[in-house]
């Protein structure tokens, strides 16, 4: 079947570590976005990738970085500098970018700072 | 710039009663508008789109919403209430020309359906 896989579903980590979270997709879109979902925030956008090798920051890209090296991936990682990491975080991927199609999104990772 | 608001960020029914979630939006361009559930701890699933076709649209488990250009809105409905629809739910616009990559999201509401 053809989605987004997200791993790991839960992930702890210790102050001062970075982490990186995978997102794959096997639908074949060209561009993926990594949201940040906080309680009653609604989701926020990390990054977004149009296409491979191509990456924009989103409205809350400070302490995370991404790459775009293959078309069906785009890892994200929580730096250090990542202030408040503890969240969760949903990965998702469209036909083409510009809103005119909808996102399918993975089931997420949470991501707990300890 | 686009942007959508969602009136309500709790919004309690009883099962069997109707469900009305409200989304406004604002866009520079005719907008494309959709809406998404997401269930604890999942992912957004995508319950149902308006692309400027018919502006009532049918989505699944019996959810519809229908575009009103002169009020800018897109509110989302459901006849009757089950147990299974309790979620939260999230409208989301187009976004042309902005940062936001693709889709521009609301704040979400999240249903309560009570017994």
Known sequence: ?114 | AQSVTQLGSHVSVSEGALVLLRCNYSSSVPPYLFWYVQYPNQGLQLLLKYTSAATLVKGINGFEAEFKKSETSFHLTKPSAHMSDAAEYFCAVSDYGGSQGNLIFGKGTKLSVKP
């Open chain 1, 1 to 114: 079947d053809g989605g987004i896989t997200q791993s790991p579903k839960y992930l702890f980590r210790k102050e001062g570590q970075n982490v990186t979270l995978s997102c794959e997709q096997n639908l074949n879109h060209d561009a993926m976005y990594w949201y940040r979902q906080d309680p009653g925030q609604g989701l926020r956008l990390i990054y977004y990738s149009q296409i491979v090798n191509d990456f924009q920051k989103g409205d809350i890209a400070e302490g995370y970085s991404v790459s775009r090296e293959k078309k069906e991936s785009f890892p994200l990682t929580v730096t250090s500098a990542q202030k408040n990491p503890t969240a969760f975080y949903l990965c998702a991927s469209s036909i083409e970018a510009r809103g005119r199609t909808e996102a399918f999104f993975g089931q997420g990772t949470r991501l707990t700072v300890v």
